[in-house]
């Protein structure tokens, strides 16, 4: 209780001395009368477990595990070993490695967190990869398990709304969260070996996905899922827009009549 902060102990005295206010916020939170946030976690370290720099006021995490953002929303962080997690003033957080976000994962270095607006920025993110229902509980209509599409976007910037700043516990239901705002292009490569061989060169050949705001990460449907954009083709075709949709080999691809030439 003390270590919580609960109550303080004096062993001097020998004497206990209860926070009410902590108690009394605590008691609400627990009756849903007011938010509140999930965010704990740990650091490891054969040494040390982080450092307090007293310049700054930071405090550099080592080897953390897992932050836990928001459990109605599904959003977790998953920072890499090889990098130190950072906590700032005003509960910001700063790391890199890995967020599950609904359906999705998303992968990228310099991601900040903001406590204030509840979201995740970067400049950054290297992939995002997109899952979708393999099984459903026909009762409670949840993923049992998911499966992940062959197609994934790379190389973008974007901002993930974890969930309304005044619903941080999740209590009230917000289906449109998590939602993803991406402020540059992505792209989508068709350079991996078991498409004929690995032919078509990244650099030449690829989908290039224009800026989008797209929500409901945790509910979305498949079929409905689509990106507009540009092909490169590696001059097999001039650029041309299009749309891609999820494919019934699960690539994100499109089908599309070419002009006569």
């Not at 920072?79 to 950072?86: A, G, L, N, R, W």
Request: proline share 4%.
């Amino acid at each position: 209780l003390e270590k919580d902060g609960f109550l303080k102990y004096d062993p001097s005295t020998k004497t206990v001395k209860v926070n009410g206010e902590y108690a009394k916020f605590y008691m609400q939170a627990n009756a849903k009368k007011v938010d509140y946030d999930i965010i704990r976690f740990s650091g490891y370290g054969e040494n040390y477990v982080g450092v307090y720099n007293i310049k700054n006021n930071k405090i550099f995490a080592n080897r953390v595990a897992k932050i836990p953002f928001n459990d109605s929303s599904q959003v977790f962080a998953f920072p890499y070993d090889t990098s130190k997690v950072v906590i700032n003033n005003n509960r910001l957080i700063d790391f890199d490695g890995k967020i599950f976000a609904g359906r999705m994962d998303i992968y990228g270095k310099d991601f900040n967190f903001n406590y204030d607006s509840f979201h995740i920025k970067s400049n950054q993110i290297e992939r995002m990869k997109i899952n979708i229902p393999d099984k459903v509980d026909p009762t409670t209509g949840e993923d049992i398990s998911l499966k992940p599409l062959k197609s994934h976007l790379d190389s973008f910037k974007g901002s993930l709304q974890i969930n309304s700043r005044f619903n941080r516990s999740g209590m009230q239901s917000a289906r449109k969260y998590p939602s993803l705002t991406t402020t540059s292009s992505s792209y989508v490569y068709y350079n991996h070996p078991n498409v004929f061989g690995g032919i078509y060169d990244k650099k030449k050949f690829y989908f290039e996905v224009a800026p989008f705001k797209k929500d409901s990460f945790q509910y979305f449907v498949a079929d409905a899922l689509a990106f507009d954009g540009k092909l490169y083709s590696h001059d097999i075709f001039n650029v041309f827009p299009e749309k891609l949709r999820v494919q019934k080999d699960l690539s994100l691809g499109f089908v599309t009549q070419t002009t006569t030439t």
